[in-house]
């Protein structure tokens, strides 16, 4: 019979906080109005409820509400910031864009177009806690330079990049700085004046807001970001990227910011003792156990742990009731191993065995106690484990029962 989940892969995507879905609801029935058609009230209505989530998202990034660009999500983002501004004439002489090895597809890969559209691509590497060289960085940077994208926090790891750092490198040199904000928004501070960003990518899922929808911000000043659209049609967004509003999950994503952001200090607090304690346990009672990533320099709500002698997917067939992930879950359809953790010089025996943990708002403590007692469970008997057996016996739940047996073994 199957148990309550726990739900460890946050990283992936989050549930819906039901605050979010009270403020999207109207605008799918009562107020369904075109945030375009102005001429009338319901028109008014979306339009004014796009703007009140276009302040909030701006609130959050330290940033102007007019710099902010709705989109279908981080993945359009980071199509438009990379595609757009190579597309703009202001900067046709630069014809190299600089990233980074263990970035998401979503940024890999429109720069491979770019690459394909006559762009030379340096990618830079990471050292085997997944950070980047910044001497290195520098000597890359030169006149030919378009932009320099590199992500706040990756999603396998958590590891946190520089960025005010490589804004800062960028900003003497007249270099054009995307970060890829999407695992990081609402969970670190972000101030994209403090940080040197001229643009930054996010989305709406991963804060416990709806799916399909995110945000581009495009700095209007000290440099102005000159970008041409992807879309083109009604001219919305400035004629930045056109298509009709999704209101509802425009309103969610304002909504869903404004709460992550009010809490942020908190929940990283709460977040990074719980994954302190799910990192501390699991090493010490798996033998060989190691963690990917530099550990002070992560978001607090990540472990990806290697456990030598086990396959991760065989592993977590064994944990129907704990849902983690073996590698990033958007690129999991590939099959391949993870090119973030083979950037960071990790064997492929290390990541077949790696499993994320991404804890999120709705992880308790005795979810993380439950989670601890169903891995060890599974691996007993494949993974030499340190403590015996019996002191790790499943914590029980709140309705009084104990984690089902899992079919270790
Ligand atoms: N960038 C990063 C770092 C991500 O983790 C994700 C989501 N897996 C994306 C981009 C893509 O975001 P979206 O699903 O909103 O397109």
Not at 293 to 300: E, M, P
Request: charge should be positive; proline fraction near 5%; aromatic fraction near 4%.
């Amino acid at each position: 019979m199957a148990g309550r989940l726990i739900y460890l892969d946050h990283n992936a995507t989050t549930p819906v906080d039901p605050r979010v879905l009270a403020a999207m609801l109207p605008y799918f029935t009562d107020d369904f109005g075109n945030a375009a058609s102005r001429q009338h009230r319901p028109g008014r209505l979306a339009a004014e409820a796009v703007e009140h989530a276009r302040r909030r998202v701006a609130a959050a990034l330290g940033a102007d509400p007019r710099e902010i660009v709705w989109t279908s999500g981080a993945t359009e983002a980071n199509n438009l910031a990379i595609q757009g501004v190579a597309a703009s004439a202001v900067y046709a002489r630069r014809r190299t864009i600089v990233t980074v090895r263990t970035e998401h597809r979503a940024v890999l890969d429109p720069c491979a177009a770019m690459a394909r559209a006559g762009y030379r691509v340096l990618y830079q590497p990471v050292d085997r806690g997944g950070r980047l060289d910044l001497e290195r960085l520098v000597r890359e940077l030169d006149d030919d330079t378009l932009l320099v994208s590199a992500m706040w926090a990756n999603n396998e790891t958590g590891v946190l990049h520089p960025i005010a750092e490589i804004g800062r490198l960028c900003k003497e040199r007249g270099i054009l700085f995307h970060t890829d904000a999407t695992q990081a928004f609402g969970r670190e501070p972000i101030d994209v004046e403090r940080a040197g960003i001229d643009l930054l990518s996010l989305s709406g899922h991963k804060i416990h807001g709806p799916k399909g929808v995110g945000a581009l911000y495009v700095r209007r000043k000290g440099p102005r970001v000159r970008c041409e659209p992807l879309l083109h049609g009604g001219g919305h967004e400035r004629g930045l990227r056109s298509g009709t509003l999704n209101v509802p999950g425009i309103v969610g994503l304002g909504q869903a910011s404004e709460i992550a952001v009010a809490h942020l200090h908190d929940e990283r607090r709460r977040l990074a003792a719980l994954r302190h304690r799910l990192e501390h346990e699991l090493l010490a009672a798996l033998a060989g156990a190691s963690v990917n990533g530099v550990r002070d320099h992560r978001l607090a709500n990540t472990l990806n742990l290697s456990i030598p002698g086990v396959e991760a997917e065989a592993l977590m067939a064994r944990m129907p009731d704990l849902a983690v992930s073996s590698s990033a879950a958007c690129s999991s359809a590939t099959r391949l191993p993870s090119y973030v953790l083979r950037a960071m010089g990790v064997g492929d025996a290390q990541i077949r065995g790696s499993l994320r943990f991404s804890l999120g708002r709705t992880t308790s403590a005795e979810e993380i106690e439950r989670a601890i007692a169903i891995l060890l469970d599974a691996c007993a008997g494949t993974v030499e484990t340190v403590a015996p057996r019996s002191s790790r016996r499943a914590a029980p739940t709140a309705d009084g029962r104990s984690t089902p047996p899992s079919a270790a073994e």
